[in-house]
């Protein structure tokens, strides 16, 4: 067992479970985690493989493994509640506030030996192991909770548990992006009905964060301007699309967005990645983010699924052009009604909006919360 002192009062404490992962406990209240996993001995899978989709150089995750892993268990099932006598769960612990561990079925693993994922990719390029992290962020162990219903206080111990694990992931030399992600409801692919987000630490840098980087550099090298500092200040400028925004925060709609219902979420002094974020920053990201999925659900007056995903810079790359922001994407489009992602969409990335901007922001202004 191990203990860290970590910013806003939080407290970490290290655990290993019966297979050799590690659960990560953030506390507030002085807790002392000693449970033992008693479940019998296990094994972890073993590393999956990239391969190069010579057609476009991006790399695909071949992970097999996952097709067994848990599917929408009920209640009584869930595998991220507390442990209790006679039902033994991923947390050995009877409560906990905000918990991180070793997802139990990786897409990304820890390689036995050290690897480097190829560049220069052509058709030649061979395949790699799936080398990297993929982690389980528990955001309380109310299982009935969203993000939106958690305090002002857990939701900053949220916040401390990510940009502790942004930080130290940052250390792996084959560590090359770090994304935060929450997936909500069955549309989106939600596995797992408990309140819950996922880390995955990449050995590359995705697709789209590559695409992202090259256009801010671009947009840099043009201007010698940052590209999402210049995005917000048109933001600011046009007010049309701003939903909210406090001293350090703003949440807009995009000015090209995607989906019917898409926030960014950025912090007005700019920063590369979360663990870069101040004690200023950090405190007022949780009334702002309340407020911005409280607005997204009380749009139709129901639970909306989205997915909030973090973009931050590489680890080693583009630190002085990429910024922080969070993306809340929803597929609702209309009650009953999706967004569904065909032929267009899927198939060549081209995206057809069936809603201006600035009327989803209207919506999302017009909730009474």
């Not at 395949?127 to 528990?138: D, I, L, R």
């Not at 840098?205 to 695409?211: G, K």
């Not at 700019?270 to 911005?292: F, G, N, S, T």
Request: hydrophobic fraction near 40%; charged fraction near 25%.
């Amino acid at each position: 067992m191990s203990t860290k002192k970590l910013g806003a009062g939080v407290t970490r404490t290290d655990r290993i479970l019966m297979d050799g992962r590690t659960i990560r406990y953030y506390d507030t209240q002085g807790q002392t985690r000693t449970a033992e996993d008693q479940r019998p001995r296990g094994t972890q899978p073993e590393i999956g493989q990239m391969r190069l989709d010579a057609l476009n150089n991006e790399w695909v995750v071949m992970a097999a493994h996952r097709q067994n892993r848990i599917f929408l268990p009920p209640k009584e099932l869930n595998p991220l509640a507390p442990s209790k006598p006679g039902f033994l769960t991923e947390i050995p612990e009877s409560d906990y506030e905000v918990v991180v561990f070793d997802n139990r079925s990786p897409s990304l693993r820890s390689p036995k030996e050290k690897v480097t994922t190829p560049t220069g990719l052509n058709f030649d390029t061979p395949p790699t192991p799936a080398a990297g992290k993929c982690e389980v962020v528990c955001f309380t162990s109310n299982y009935d909770a969203s993000f939106k219903d958690l305090s002002h206080h857990q939701i900053r111990t949220v916040l401390e548990a990510w940009r502790d694990r942004v930080a130290e992931l940052s250390t792996i030399d084959y560590i090359e992006h770090i994304a935060p992600f929450e997936n909500r409801g069955e549309e989106v692919g939600v596995t797992l009905a408990h309140p819950h987000g996922q880390i995955y630490a990449y050995p590359n840098i995705p697709a789209r964060t590559l695409a992202m980087m090259e256009v801010a550099q671009s947009h840099f090298d043009r201007t010698g301007r940052v590209l999402l500092d210049d995005i917000i200040a048109r933001e600011v400028k046009d007010k049309v699309r701003i939903v909210c925004e406090n001293e350090e925060w703003i949440a807009y709609v995009p000015y090209a967005a995607r989906y019917p219902f898409e926030i960014h979420v950025a912090p007005k002094r700019p920063v590369p990645d979360l663990a870069a974020l101040d004690d200023r920053a950090c405190d007022a990201y949780a009334p702002i983010a309340k407020e911005v999925l409280q607005r997204l659900d009380g749009v139709f007056d129901i639970k909306m699924a989205y997915i909030a995903a973090w973009h931050q810079a590489p680890v080693r790359s583009a630190r002085d052009v990429m910024r922080l922001h969070w993306q809340i994407t929803s597929v609702r489009r209309a009650p009953g009604k999706l967004k569904y992602l065909a032929g267009s969409e899927s198939a060549f990335g081209a995206f057809m909006m069936d809603l201006w901007p600035e009327q989803s922001a209207q919506q999302l202004r017009d909730v009474r919360i």
